[in-house]
């Protein structure tokens, strides 16, 4: 398999935030708008295009291709941004001529060429939070995009960073699928609804004809990424709240006291059921 390692702006500004770092790169420095703000967003096609910085990679016979080749396919491209893992590509295809984007997008005035294509499913975007790993050893000097293969040291670190983060990743995945079926089923719901009424336990509204009562959630108070894979559905882990109290409840210091929501919202503290 090749790499390419490219050097990008802050992909943060990729999700409506502010730059959350110096500009790295010289258009960025300048004030230009990055070329690469749409690396990872779906086009009209299906695919994802990538910018590589300065038309970078386009060398296709140093990632294993002939003299001639238009494309390659089966290529690692990595970004970073000051020395950060923000996003990688798995079995990409580059271009060797820069391609327009699809849907003619453009950064500022000028149009978006792409060297890359890749399927939505490879592209991964590292969330804001988890941008902490700094390439090793972090390659110098002010380069748009490195070339690399196993044999590289970069590629050796990025790979062994790759289990970790991918590891994350599925049990993240696990989680969520948990909490769809458990937290949020159906059988939860009748579970709790059945055990406690249509009623919110924190703010006491209820509602019995079946629209009204849709504003009814089922509330865990044990945050379910805790041991969610050896969880069993108990009654009393659960709780019934509306929407907007379910939704105060996630910001308080502690999942599990519906008493304490009472207080800060300087509501009558009811005794449990």
Same mark, same amino acid.
């Given at each position: 398999?090749?790499y390419? %390692?490219?050097?990008?702006e ?26 690469e ?14 910018? %590589? ?6 060398d ?22 000051s ?12 271009f ?22 890749v399927?939505?499913r490879d ?15 972090r ?16 590629v050796a670190?990025f ?5 970790g983060?991918?590891?994350? $990743?599925e ?32 703010c006491q ?24 894979e ?18 105060? $409840? ?20 009811m005794?449990?059921?």
């Amino acid at each position: 398999m090749s790499y390419l %390692l490219a050097r990008v702006e802050s992909f943060g500004r990729f999700e409506g935030e502010a730059l959350s770092a110096e500009p790295v790169m010289g258009y960025g420095k300048s004030g230009e708008v990055p070329h690469e703000m749409h690396n990872f967003s779906v086009a009209s096609d299906g695919f994802i295009y990538g910018y %590589l910085p300065k038309e970078g990679g386009g060398d296709l016979s140093r990632l294993g291709g002939s003299k001639g080749d238009e494309e390659i396919s089966n290529v690692t491209v990595i970004f970073i941004s000051s020395g950060f893992v923000c996003g990688y590509y798995r079995n990409a295809t580059v271009f060797s001529i820069p391609v327009r984007h699809p849907d003619k997008l453009k950064a500022g005035n000028s149009d978006i060429y792409c060297r890359i294509r890749v399927d939505p499913r490879d592209a991964f975007l590292v969330p804001v939070e988890k941008r902490v790993d700094e390439i090793q050893p972090r390659p110098k000097g002010q380069f748009p995009v490195l070339y690399g293969d196993e044999s590289s040291n970069w590629v050796a670190w990025f790979e062994k960073w790759l289990r970790g983060f991918e590891d994350v $990743i599925e049990s993240e995945k696990k989680r969520r699928k948990w909490a769809k079926a458990v937290e949020r089923g159906s059988k939860a719901r009748k579970l709790a609804l059945n055990q406690y009424g249509a009623k919110c336990e924190c703010c006491q509204i209820s509602h019995q004809d079946s629209v009204r009562s849709a504003v009814f959630e089922v509330h865990h108070k044990v945050p379910y990424a805790e041991n969610f894979e050896m969880r069993h559905l108990d009654v009393s882990d659960l709780a019934v709240l509306c929407a907007n109290c379910h939704r105060m $409840i996630h910001k308080m210091p502690d999942l599990a006291d519906i008493r304490a929501l009472q207080r800060y919202l300087e509501l009558p503290v009811m005794k449990s059921l």
